[in-house]
Nanobody, 125 residues
Framework: QLQFVESGGDLVQPGGSLRLSCAAS????????IVWFRQAPGKEREGISC????????MYANTVKGRFTISRDNAKNTVYLQMNSLKPEDTAIYYC??????????????????WGRGTQVTVSS
């Protein structure tokens, strides 16, 4: 069963950095494009970044472009989201999921599956 586990969330001050991890549980990541979504209280979920199965293509939402970097280490079965210059509006629960796509990746909720429980990121002074 497809299942991902997110980790790395924490309380951080504005301008700080965090690195989130998305790990595969019981299968290998090699064939999966991975997406990161986030959802803040009272707001719609937002697709913020994705990476193709071979890491050759990445996409970012305008709200995080230039501050966040997605990467993958298939040998460690993990995808990372490096978040720099964090802002209070980045506060949310962050989720990841995967999909077998013919190429690239998309910043859409579907066709991804295996959503984990998320990891809380709080940006506050």
């Amino acid at each position: 069963q497809l299942q991902f586990v997110e980790s790395g969330g924490d309380l951080v001050q504005p301008g700080g950095s965090l690195r989130l991890s998305c790990a595969a549980s019981g299968f290998t990541l090699d064939d999966y494009a991975i997406v990161w979504f986030r959802q803040a209280p009272g707001k719609e979920r937002e697709g913020i970044s994705c990476i193709s199965s071979n890491g050759g293509r990445t996409m970012y939402a305008n709200t995080v472009k230039g501050r966040f970097t997605i990467s993958r280490d298939n040998a460690k079965n993990t995808v990372y989201l490096q978040m720099n210059s964090l802002k209070p509006e980045d506060t949310a629960i962050y989720y990841c999921a995967g999909a077998t796509l013919s190429r690239g990746c998309v910043l859409l909720y579907l066709p991804y599956a295996g959503w984990g429980r998320g990891t809380q990121v709080t940006v506050s002074s």
